[in-house]
Every structure is written in structure tokens, then in C-alpha cells.
């Protein structure tokens, strides 16, 4: 078991696929459930600051998430009670509400035993309590950041990818303001796991983050296939961790 911690733009998505096949393990971004369920708020027409109303449909939907490590998956990313919500899950205009889910007790722990579920048989999990309350006994223990500049441009080149835009203003609060929510939360806040390996990413390229978090595994004793996965190319790390 494996988890990977750290703020929106670090770098968890992109390490964590190439972890997850060089592992063989599935691959876990915990934040696609708060993502899906930013969705099913959305449409229910549950805004900021109804907490009674977030927390019980946090309780009654059903979320399922793929946990394929391949960047291009055939089936939906996550669903919602059946339905595929992959198209909705990074608007950046749900950017407020989702910071605000996320610091809800009540949607933290109806949210918290899917994940564990899924993670129980092994995974590399990411998050920003992978480590510290989703799977604190995890054999290797991972950390990755940047500067809030460099994440900012990594979400944004995300977005660009997946033919969104977003303006300063709405990359300044889904990144720093998210940062801050996340770190001052009361209920499994941000932080770095005891024990975890810290890797900051900044000026690293996907090949050497991905080789210093390899080595992380290899001193827990994790088994590695030798090769990487077909089609990774070493280079600028992209956008990822999402959660």
C-alpha cells in the first residue's frame, strides 16, 4: 500500500498512474469522490452553507470511482448513482462548493469507508488524507508539493487540455484558497503523514519524481516491475493531483 498526499497541482495524479503500474497495484484518487459528489450537490440544488442537506446526500448517493491507472480509461471516471459524471468533475466554477464539502464533517465520514474499501486489498492511494486517515498503516508514505505559482499554471494547463479556461481569479481560489481551507480544516486536515516521505516537485521532471518516490518504495519493500508503463514519456511534470 501506498499513499500520496499534497495540495491540488503537485504532481499525485501523474506519479500515482506511473507508481500504480510499476507496483502493479489499482489506483485511488480519493478526491474523485468529492469531486462527484460536488456533482450531485450541484444538481440537487444544494449550495454553500446548507450543511444538513450536503451531509445527507453525502450519506445517500452512491459514488463509484475507476481505479485504472491507465490516462486514458474506457469506462466513466466516476459515476453517481449509475450516471457518469466524468464530463462535471473538474469545472472549475464548483471549485467554492467543493472546497466547502470538504471541510464538512459529516461528508469526510460518509465519504471515508468507500475509500477504505476500495483501498483494502492495495492500492496507491491519493489524497489529502491518504496517509493520515484514509490508510495510515500504508507501508510507503509519500508528500508532494510545489509553489502555489507553479500549481496554479499546471491547472491551468489541465484545463486548457481538457478545452476549459479559467481566469486568475478562479485559479487563485481553486489552488491557494483551496491550500488554505484544506490546511486550517478541522476534520482530517492537509498535512504531512508522520513518516512520509517529502518530495517537491517544482523543477523535477515526471522521470525524477517518479524515480525518487520508486526509491521511497523500495526502502518500505515494495516489489517493482523493472520497466515503466508503455507510452510514458520522461519530461515537464503536467497537471495532476487533483484532490
Known amino acids: 500500500m501506498v499513499t500520496i498526499d499534497g495540495p491540488a497541482g503537485a504532481g ?42 450536503a451531509e445527507a446526500l453525502a450519506r445517500s448517493v452512491r459514488i463509484a470511482v475507476a481505479t485504472d491507472p491507465d490516462p486514458s480509461p474506457r469506462g466513466p471516471l466516476a459515476t453517481v448513482d449509475g450516471e457518469d459524471v466524468t464530463a462535471e468533475l473538474f469545472d472549475p466554477g464548483r471549485a467554492e462548493l467543493l472546497a466547502w464539502l470538504a471541510q464538512l464533517r459529516g461528508v469526510r465520514r460518509a465519504l471515508l469507508p468507500p475509500q477504505q474499501r476500495l483501498a483494502r486489498r492495495g492500492a496507491v492511494v491519493l489524497g489529502r488524507d491518504a496517509g493520515s486517515v484514509v490508510v495510515p498503516a500504508a507501508l510507503c508514505k509519500l508528500y508532494l508539493d510545489a509553489s502555489p505559482a507553479v500549481r496554479e499554471a499546471r491547472r491551468a494547463a489541465e484545463l486548457r487540455g481538457r478545452g476549459r479556461a479559467a481566469g486568475a481569479e478562479t485559479l487563485r481560489r481553486e489552488v491557494t484558497e483551496r491550500d488554505r481551507l484544506d490546511r486550517s480544516r478541522r476534520e482530517a486536515p492537509l498535512r504531512v503523514p508522520r513518516d512520509a516521505t517529502m518530495i517537491v516537485t517544482d523543477r523535477m521532471s515526471v522521470a525524477e519524481v517518479v524515480d525518487a518516490a520508486l526509491e521511497a518504495c523500495r526502502r518500505a519493500g515494495l516489489a517493482i516491475r523493472s520497466h ?10 503536467p497537471p495532476g493531483g487533483y484532490a
Request: net charge positive; glycine share 20%; hydrophobic share 40%.
Open 12 to 53: 499525485k495524479t501523474t506519479v500515482g498512474r506511473e507508481l500504480a503500474y510499476r507496483l502493479g497495484l489499482p489506483l485511488l484518487d480519493t478526491g474523485l469522490f468529492y469531486r462527484a459528489l460536488t456533482v450531485a450537490v450541484g444538481r440537487a440544488g444544494v449550495g454553500v452553507g446548507d450543511r444538513v442537506g
Open 228 to 237: 515503466a508503463r508503455p507510452g510514458a514519456e520522461p519530461g515537464a511534470l
